[in-house]
């Protein structure tokens, strides 16, 4: 008999926020999808068909099991505090990276060099909420060039001190196209953020299979 599938939200419809429920969709995942912008969460829910539902904020984290507030690092304490009441219990997926363009055509932290946005927001979410890092291990152009890859899927890293929703959070991965790789606790998520040593956009430089991740873990 056939589970049913965790239920997702996505808040935010900008370019990782459409790649994700792009990939979940492709994998036949349903998606519940919220924005400000609320013509081009109905835009989205139409183009999507069945399988994508558009809705309110409030109403969509509510209805959800996983949260990905897929906006900016610097807006997300304003969003946990805006809906503590919705978010309380649930599972919420911090794909955010915090970084600000240098002013030289790259890009710089604005945090501390040995700071990371997983960490950082463990501590505002509400307390009987969980913090899992995933989703910003990838820019936007890989999270869907890179999906469902063959014959060997991409690795998608993700770090969570709760093993409890692990299971939610691999299906989720699955279901978006890669092959789900734990790389530890939140205290590990510098790592996959970027400038990490297992980011895109860090010293591994591009996206990897199972087989070479094994191979980089072992030499480092």
Do not use: C, W
């Not at 999808?33 to 109403?59: H, N, W, Y």
């Not at 990905?68 to 969003?79: D, G, H, Q």
């Not at 820019?139 to 690795?155: I, M, N, T, W």
């Not at 890293?157 to 734990?182: C, K, T, W």
């Amino acid at each position: 008999m056939k589970t049913e599938s965790t239920k997702v939200a996505i808040i935010g419809l900008g370019k990782i926020g459409e790649a994700i429920a792009t990939n979940l969709v492709k994998g036949k995942h349903p998606v519940i999808l919220s924005s400000r912008d609320s013509e081009k969460a109905k835009s989205l829910e139409k183009k999507f068909g069945s399988l994508a539902t558009a809705k309110e904020t409030s109403a969509a984290i509510k209805e959800a099991d996983v949260i990905i507030p897929a906006i900016y690092f610097n807006s997300l304490k304003e969003f946990f505090q805006t809906y503590s009441k919705e978010l309380e219990g649930k599972i919420i997926v911090d794909v955010s990276n915090p970084i600000a363009p240098d002013g030289n055509g790259g890009f710089k932290k604005i945090i501390g060099e040995h700071e990371s946005a997983g960490q950082t927001l463990s501590s505002l979410i509400p307390k009987s909420a969980k913090l899992i890092k995933a989703f910003g291990t990838l820019g936007a152009a890989s999270l869907v060039g890179a999906a469902f890859s063959s014959p060997e899927r991409k690795v998608l890293f993700y770090a969570s001190d709760s093993m409890n929703s692990n299971q939610q959070i691999e299906e989720i991965i699955s279901s978006s196209g890669f092959d789900p790789f734990h790389v530890g606790g939140i205290d590990q998520s510098i790592r996959i953020e970027v400038f990490g040593d297992l980011h895109e956009f860090g010293r591994l430089g591009k996206t990897v299979t199972r087989e070479e991740v094994k191979g980089i873990l072992t030499n480092s």
